[in-house]
């Protein structure tokens, strides 16, 4: 063909392969959905998104518990790492195991500027307080659901949220 049509099947191609590489394959549908769009927001604003994660360990949460954590949790990291302006900079690190009968649910991102806390958890930065901040009040709400904890450490502008949540078996991750 010609090189339009050449140059527009590359294009097609690349797209599906960038497509492709988004998605996740954790074992657990709704887990490999939320990640995958995830991940292509990422990809759009060149943020590198790794995570080690085996869904199957998630069979037993509610949906709507499963998108609370992750949905906000990596809402709030993709919106921190996309106001840095060091590339290297612009990673998210989702890494979930047992360790002793307990669900380890560990994301970290870098962030620039100061947080604030509040009963441990930190407060919204965006400008309009009265509408926002209800994420992270949301994730440890889930996380208290299934007798868990949450924690968050922020050191040399590396912030990590961890979820640890008992469980009955422990499954090897």
Do not use: W
């Amino acid at each position: 063909g010609n090189d339009s049509q050449r140059h527009e099947y590359l294009d097609k191609l690349e797209n599906e392969i960038r497509d492709y590489e988004a998605m996740n394959k954790t074992g657990n549908q709704v887990l490999d959905t939320l990640l995958t769009s995830k991940n292509l927001r990422c990809m759009q604003h060149k943020i590198n998104m790794t995570s080690v994660i085996d869904g199957s360990l998630f069979d037993s949460m509610d949906v709507m518990d499963i998108c609370s954590i992750f949905g906000n949790a990596l809402d709030n990291a993709i919106r921190a790492v996309m106001e840095l302006e060091d590339a290297m900079k612009r990673v998210i690190s989702v890494k979930i195991v047992i360790q002793n009968s307990i669900l380890m649910i560990q994301i970290q991102n870098y962030y620039k500027g100061s947080l604030h806390f509040e009963n441990g958890l930190p407060l919204t930065t965006k400008k309009n307080k009265r509408d926002h901040g209800y994420g992270m009040k949301s994730i440890q709400h889930t996380a208290e659901k299934y007798d868990g904890t949450i924690t968050v450490n922020t050191e040399n502008t590396i912030f990590m949220l961890q979820i640890l949540i008992p469980v009955a078996e422990a499954k090897s991750a």
